[in-house]
């Protein structure tokens, strides 16, 4: 960090002394260069994808951390905000981002574990996205990371479709994820194998939501958003953190639909907590699921 005038400068005197300094600059920086970067009416979009990101880095700080947390198969339950609270508050940097951040109402409060998790299915999709703008229709990974894309995204849906505010979350990134690929196969045609390269993001059943686009209020306060920080994974979350033991899974309650032998060998068991970026691609249309004013 302290090689980078430009992030270094958010520090005070110039001088990240600590890593969560450097962290606090970091994400500065990068708020202060999204504003830059985008119109006025792209913001809300932005700064739900920076607090993912915000929320990763976050949850590696505190599995880091000596601080007492639930052993397994209880995982924590603590929420972005009181992770900032904890391990970011106190470094403070000149610019205060957090205050900004708060446009978003009540997307501060969701589960800190589930937001890196969102961080992973968008950091999937971008990776997807880059491999194909670098390499084009032939890449011989694009099918290997559509593959971690629909994985994360059917093994978050197992764990938190109870909850309206994290499936609007869910299918905002699908959002990305759709526009990329509808644009793709435009483009290609039926060369490549696009439509079966590029896989579909559904559910478990086969079945396919709706994309969903547009500024909503989250309410994670209500029982069936707090209910899940509460029980034992339905079906495990990728860990971004080696350091955090799986839970034990429960057995699904709906039949899953077969899936292709490619799923099969790459499908990853994700450790979900029991509480219970190239471009911004707007999605066509807004999940029928979904409320009009706050989700819940």
């Known amino acids: ?19 969560e300094n450097g962290i606090n600059a970091l994400i500065a920086y990068l708020f202060k260069e999204f504003k830059k970067s985008i119109n006025n009416h792209d913001y809300n979009d932005y700064d739900e994808y920076l607090l993912m990101w915000v929320s990763d880095k976050l949850f590696k700080i505190r599995n880091e951390s000596k601080e007492k947390k639930p052993k397994p198969p209880y995982m ?5 905000n009181n992770a900032y609270e904890k391990h970011l508050k106190d470094h403070k940097v000149k610019l205060d981002y957090w205050y900004l951040l708060g446009i978003i109402p009540g997307l501060k409060e969701a589960n800190l574990r589930y937001m890196a998790e969102f961080y992973l299915l968008l950091n999937n999709i971008c ?3 880059v491999d194909y703008e670098t390499n084009g229709a032939e890449s011989k990974k694009l099918s290997k990371n559509s593959v971690k894309c629909l994985n994360q995204y059917q093994n978050l849906y197992i764990n938190i479709s109870e909850c309206k505010s994290y499936l609007h979350l869910l299918n905002k990134l699908k959002g990305i994820y759709d526009d990329f690929r509808n644009s793709a196969i435009n483009k290609n045609g039926s060369k490549n194998n696009l439509a079966t390269n590029l896989k579909k993001l559904t559910k478990p059943n086969g079945e396919e939501m709706n994309a969903v686009k547009g500024f909503k209020s989250y309410n994670f306060s209500k029982k069936k958003c707090n209910s899940l920080d509460k029980k034992v994974a339905s079906v495990q979350l990728q860990s971004s953190s080696k350091e955090e033991s799986p839970l034990p899974q429960e057995p699904e309650k709906k039949e899953s639909a077969p899936q292709s032998s490619e799923l099969q060998q790459t499908s990853t068991a994700l450790p979900a907590p029991p509480q219970a970026l190239k471009q911004d691609l707007a999605s066509p249309s807004q999940s029928p699921e979904q409320p009009n004013d706050q989700l819940s």
């Open 1 to 19: 960090i302290n090689k980078n005038k430009s992030i270094k400068s958010y520090c005070h005197n110039n001088d990240c002394k600590t890593k």
């Open 76 to 80: 924590d339950t603590i929420t972005l």
């Open 127 to 129: 990776n997807t996205i």
